[in-house]
Structures are given as C-alpha cells and as structure tokens.
C-alpha cells in the first residue's frame, strides 16, 4: 500500500520536475524569457505574437514547420495544439490571451 501511495505522489512530481528541468533548458537555449512556438499557417499563433507585441514584449518565435529539431522541442513540452508559449519558466498551452497578458505584465 505504501509503494503505490509513493506512485501516486512521486511520479506526478517527477513529472513535473523534469519538465521545469525542459522549460528552464529551453529558454536558456533561445537566451529568451518569452518564447512562441508557432507555425506560419496558425491563426492562433499570429494572433498571439500581435498581442505581444502590442505589449512591447521581446519574444522568440520557434516555427514548428521549419525544423525536425523545433518539431521534436515542440513535441517535448507535451502539447498538441499551437500556440505554445513559454514565460519565465510557465508553459501556455493553445491560444489564451488573458493568461499571456496576466503573464507579461511584469516583464
């Protein structure tokens, strides 16, 4: 009973832990605290970099399409829908504005 209580609470943690370990690697890669994984046929994604820009905000756009190796970063953050933005170590997964202003309003 023990072993599965530490399942049930261990591997959720472990979970979470390695994907800060991902996120955190990510944005030192791209040298970026935002980062917009998009593709150039998502409504979604340029509606979402035109609302970063109206904030001001320094961004790096990660083009799905253009690379095996954007697809595999893409793929690994665990995400199935674009946009994917990544700021100061918080993952949004798919269009939601609100949450990106909430999110940049401090940067």
């Known amino acids: 009973m023990e072993y599965l209580l530490i399942l049930l609470i261990g ?14 690697r990510i944005h030192q890669k791209h040298k970026s605290h935002v980062i917009v994984y998009s593709a150039s046929w998502c409504v979604q994604c340029h509606q979402t970099q035109v609302l970063l820009d109206e904030q001001l905000v320094i961004y790096v756009v990660i083009d799905v399409d253009d690379s095996k190796e954007a697809y ?3 793929k690994s953050l665990g995400s199935r829908e674009l946009p994917v933005v990544l700021i100061n170590g918080f993952l949004i997964k798919g269009f939601q504005p609100l949450k990106v202003k909430k999110m940049t309003q401090n940067i």
């Not at 591997?11 to 955190?24: D, E, G, N």
């Open 11 to 24: 591997v959720p943690l472990l979970r979470h832990w390695l994907k800060q370990r991902l996120i955190k």
């Open 72 to 74: 595999t970063e893409f």
